[in-house]
């Protein structure tokens, strides 16, 4: 089993940044790949970013391209969100993923461990 823990939302005016986190514990060694996903209400949760455990492609939904960064660090287990020029249609809950099957995984089906969520506000 995987345990993930998201940190670091909040409430942000528009233009503004926040730095998301999650870290992972447990069998940390199955996993494939991790990434962020986010669901504002009454929408389904969509793909935000991915990052493969041990390659240097970063996969991107179109809507944050050039907004938002996704890294790692392996050696803490820990994958960050860096999310810059915010505009509230970003509003939403963020939850962090993991996967063991797939080293590019955008879909909701790829994942097999969810974070619990965390809230992003973005006020205009």
């Known amino acids: 089993q995987v345990q993930l823990v998201e940190s670091g939302g909040g409430l942000v005016q528009a233009g503004g940044s926040l730095r998301l986190s999650c870290a992972a514990s447990g069998r940390t060694d199955s996993i494939l790949a991790m990434g962020w996903f986010r669901q504002a209400p009454g929408k389904e949760r969509e793909f935000v970013a991915a990052i493969p455990r041990s390659y240097s492609i970063r996969d991107y939904a179109d809507s944050v391209k050039g907004r938002f960064t996704i890294s790692r660090d392996n050696a803490k287990n820990t994958v960050f969100l860096q999310m810059n020029s915010l505009k509230p249609e970003d509003t939403a809950v963020y939850y962090c993923?993991?996967?063991?099957?797939?080293?590019?995984?955008?879909?909701?089906?790829?994942?097999?461990?969810w974070g619990q969520g965390t809230q992003v506000t973005v006020s205009s």
């Open positions: 993923g993991a996967s063991r099957k797939a080293s590019r995984p955008m879909t909701l089906n790829s994942y097999d461990y």
